[in-house]
């Protein structure tokens, strides 16, 4: 159990950054999905509750700021819902 609990918190079972993405952002943060097989883009989803081993995916308080960052609300296109019209453009001139 002992080890269970410390692969857990280390850096390699990655939900130490999880845990503390959730207490920084005070609700359960998104994360990056990274790029689908076929005709994908980089997308962010909901993170789930609970997950053996996250790894060291990066993690944001909302929609919005994963947005911001350049990940999609949408797996095989670009799309932006929660930005303004110059936002989009702004991120994806940066792509």
Same mark, same amino acid.
Request: with cysteine; glycine share 8%; aromatic share 14%.
């Given at each position: 159990?002992?080890?269970?609990? #410390?692969? /857990? ?5 990655? !939900? &130490? %950054? ?18 689908? #097989? ?5 997308? %962010?989803? !909901? &993170? ?7 790894? *060291? *995916?990066?993690?944001?308080? !909302? ?7 350049? %990940?999609?609300? /949408?797996?095989? /296109?670009? &799309?932006?819902?929660?930005? &303004? /019209? ?10």
């Amino acid at each position: 159990m002992l080890v269970l609990l #410390l692969l /857990d918190l280390s850096p390699l079972g990655g !939900n &130490s %950054y999880y845990y503390y993405s959730w207490i920084r952002c005070g609700e359960q943060p998104v994360h990056s999905k990274g790029v689908g #097989l076929i005709n994908g883009v980089p997308h %962010y989803e !909901n &993170s789930p509750k609970f997950a053996f081993v996250r790894g *060291t *995916t990066p993690y944001f308080c !909302n929609e919005r700021e994963a947005e911001l960052a350049g %990940y999609s609300a /949408d797996a095989s /296109d670009y &799309s932006f819902p929660n930005l &303004s /019209d110059d936002e989009a453009r702004s991120v994806l001139e940066k792509k």
